[in-house]
């Protein structure tokens, strides 16, 4: 039986380890350049054992290498791209609230116009819950008076102008 040369493969190792101090490519040609025994780029590839420890080296330049080409200055970048497009979402977004709030008050004006304010009670009792929602959208027009809708509502002694 034949003795196994660094059998614990420390010489390995510290030459993985230099190898990916300096990031130079980890290849079992370069670990065999610089080995002090075993000159034959075989003597890694053919033992299970040090082919691992390449393989796992290898692994480790390449997530290292990853990590660094992906700068401060391109996540920024990165970033900067993730803002706009919300950006630009909230902008549709609020020009689609600002769209519906115009229909809504369409709507109010046509029932008045088509029905008058019993038109619009009608309206506003089997719409109750809109009202709310309403609200807590901040969708009402700027000036709007917002008043309880009620079965027993009279619009003409509560002297609002609709």
Not at 113 to 137: K, N, P, T
């Amino acid at each position: 039986m034949r003795l196994t040369v660094d059998a614990n493969h420390e010489e390995l190792s510290r030459i993985l380890d230099e190898l990916l101090a300096v990031d130079v490519d980890i290849s079992a040609r370069e670990i065999a350049r610089r080995h002090s025994v075993l000159k034959n780029a075989s003597a890694f590839t053919r033992h299970t054992e040090r082919a691992g420890l390449i393989a796992a080296a290898q692994r480790r330049q390449t997530d290292a290498r990853n990590v660094r080409e992906l700068p401060v200055a391109k996540k920024a970048a990165t970033l900067a791209e993730q803002l706009a497009e919300k950006s630009a979402r909230v902008e549709e977004l609020e020009r689609q609230v600002a769209g519906l709030v115009a229909s809504h008050a369409a709507c109010v004006r046509a029932v008045m116009q088509h029905g008058g304010v019993r038109a619009l009670q009608q309206f506003w009792m089997e719409y109750r819950g809109l009202s709310d929602i309403l609200q807590e959208l901040n969708a009402l027009p700027a000036g709007a008076k917002v008043i309880p809708i009620g079965q027993n509502l009279d619009f003409e002694k509560a002297k609002i102008d609709i």
